[in-house]
Nanobody, 124 residues
Framework: QPELVESGGGLVQPGGSLGLSCAAS????????FGWFRQAPGKEREGLSC???????YVADSVKGRSTISLDRPTNRLYLIINNLKPEDSGVYYC??????????????????WGQGTQVTVSS
């Protein structure tokens, strides 16, 4: 049974940086499509940054130019860094993995395996 566990959330000041980690067990992320997602209060979950096992990538406009997704294969951990944080970056951040996304790489409904999420609040 795949398990994904996010960590690294918390309270961050506007303009600061955020580093999230996702530890995977039961699967090897390098053989999956994977990504980071965010759900803000009162909004639908959105895909932020995703990578497919065949090299496709997606980055949402909301974080384009200030985010970095990376996979550490030896530890099977997925990371997300977002710089220049804004209050609208607040929300619950999730990592997710899927054996094969059919239509849209970073659409949340393409993914079956999810972490429990970690809360990020950007506020002064």
């Amino acid at each position: 049974q795949p398990e994904l566990v996010e960590s690294g959330g918390g309270l961050v000041q506007p303009g600061g940086s955020l580093g999230l980690s996702c530890a995977a067990s039961g699967i090897y992320l390098e053989y999956y499509d994977f990504g980071w997602f965010r759900q803000a209060p009162g909004k639908e979950r959105e895909g932020l940054s995703c990578v497919s096992k065949d090299g496709r990538t997606y980055v949402a406009d909301s974080v384009k130019g200030r985010s970095t997704i990376s996979l550490d294969r030896p530890t099977n951990r997925l990371y997300l860094i977002i710089n220049n944080l804004k209050p609208e970056d607040s929300g619950v951040y999730y990592c997710a993995a899927e054996t094969w996304t059919v239509d849209t790489l970073c659409a949340p409904d393409e993914y079956d395996d999810w972490g429990q999420g970690t809360q990020v609040t950007v506020s002064s």
